[in-house]
């Protein structure tokens, strides 16, 4: 490999998918230009890797703490309403919403302000655990309204729909 | 900048020549550094491997011990799997090294806010693809089983995904 590395193969290396990247390794260690272009990469690729969706897997969870990041839970039964702080030295923090029947076979999420009724964000058919949804909130979502309520929509195995209610007052402290 | 290939560098070096050190230094520092964060995942290991290895290569040019010295990117790439691979087995620490720490390399700082908002942008498919890739670290194959995709459609869509999302960042940045 002795042509600069392409955009692709750079991609597929900060992806863990490429085919050799001990060949990519040894070449940008030999090469100061594709080591700039794959620090560009990988910059946007490790700040992916930050970045959560709203609603988490086991696997997703299990992968933020294998990868040791600082991650605090908490728990919310329906109809909580409570301030929770986010401290500063915190990398997650989970919100467990609980209260989900064992027969839910899919859920819908919908968060909006509490104090205006705005919209944030709505998600059809999102990963659950047994009895509980997984809300991960992160640092830069402090740039949110504080007063989020969150809706979970269960649908059952009958075809029956409920819902469960939390209202999740974020408080983002400061260092 | 310093312009001599590697091989003088490393002559140069074990005849005492600082500024042959200093050049190395700076030469391999951001190529180390990089290995380190795609290998230890953060800027603060990745900044002691630098050092680590930056003095393990020094010691060796300065006694002559570096066999093959035009293939120098060789030796520090071996360098830097040895020290990777140490740290992990047996959780040694890596060095430090005062002089050395003054050798910083700037990191590229991404916001996440603005990141967030990129994300937000590009469509589901693509989303759904760069989260899968760099959150739940699958394969292409894994994504493409599960989102009834071949695996070389999952690596278009995320070359592109990850395109859209730069450029979305270079407009964002003051």
């Known amino acids: 490999m002795s042509a600069h590395l392409s955009w692709q193969a750079l991609v597929d290396y900060w992806a863990d998918d490429h085919p050799d990247p001990d060949a990519v390794e040894l070449h940008t260690m030999g090469c100061a230009e594709c080591t700039e272009r794959s620090a560009s990469v990988g910059a946007v690729a490790r700040a992916l890797g930050k970045l959560l969706p709203p609603l988490l897997t086991p696997g997703m969870l299990s992968a933020l703490q294998a990868r040791g990041l600082r991650i605090a839970q908490n728990v919310f039964a329906p109809g909580d309403r409570?301030?929770?702080?986010?401290?500063?030295?915190?990398?997650?923090?989970?919100?467990?919403?609980?209260?989900?029947?064992?027969?839910?076979?899919?859920l819908d999420f919908k968060m909006f302000v509490?104090?205006?009724?705005?919209a944030i964000t709505a998600l059809d058919d999102v990963?659950?655990?047994?009895?509980?949804?997984?809300?991960?909130?992160?640092?830069?979502?402090?740039?949110?309204?504080?007063?989020?309520?969150?809706?979970?929509?269960?649908?059952?195995?009958?075809g029956r729909k409920s819902q469960t209610r939390y209202t999740i007052l974020h408080r983002f402290l400061q260092a | 900048?310093?312009?001599?290939?590697?091989?003088?560098?490393?002559?140069?070096?074990?005849?005492?020549?600082?500024?042959a050190e200093a050049a190395l230094?700076?030469?391999?520092?951001?190529?180390?550094?990089?290995?380190?964060l795609k290998h230890l995942r953060?800027?603060?290991?990745?900044?002691?491997?630098?050092?680590?290895?930056?003095?393990?290569?020094?010691?060796?040019?300065r006694g002559g011990r570096i066999a093959e010295p035009a293939q120098l990117d060789r030796f520090v790439l071996g360098t830097c799997r040895n020290a990777v691979a140490r740290v992990r087995q047996k959780r040694e620490p890596l060095a430090s090294d005062e002089a050395l720490q003054a050798l910083s390399v700037p990191a590229q700082?991404?916001?996440l806010g603005s990141l967030f908002g990129c994300v937000g942008a590009l469509d589901e498919r693509g989303r759904t693809v760069l989260m899968l890739s760099f959150v739940e670290e699958c394969s292409a194959?894994?994504?493409?089983?599960?989102?009834?995709?071949?695996?070389?459609?999952?690596?278009?869509?995320?070359?592109?995904?990850?395109?859209s999302v730069r450029r979305c960042l270079a407009r964002e940045s003051p």
């Open chain 1, 82 to 106: 409570r301030e929770v702080p986010f401290p500063v030295d915190l990398d997650v923090l989970i919100h467990r919403l609980e209260g989900l029947a064992d027969d839910v076979v899919r």
């Open chain 1, 114 to 118: 509490e104090s205006t009724g705005a």
């Open chain 1, 127 to 158: 990963p659950f655990v047994q009895g509980a949804a997984l809300l991960a909130c992160q640092q830069h979502y402090a740039s949110l309204p504080w007063d989020a309520v969150v809706e979970l929509h269960a649908t059952h195995r009958d």
């Open chain 2, 1 to 19: 900048m310093d312009a001599r290939a590697d091989a003088e560098l490393v002559s140069a070096i074990a005849l005492g020549d600082r500024a």
């Open chain 2, 25 to 36: 230094c700076a030469r391999f520092s951001p190529r180390v550094r990089l290995y380190g």
């Open chain 2, 42 to 61: 953060d800027e603060e290991p990745a900044r002691d491997l630098v050092q680590t290895v930056l003095l393990g290569v020094l010691e060796a040019a």
């Open chain 2, 109 to 111: 700082r991404i916001e």
């Open chain 2, 141 to 163: 194959d894994e994504i493409g089983t599960r989102l009834a995709l071949s695996p070389g459609n999952v690596r278009v869509l995320r070359h592109r995904a990850l395109q």
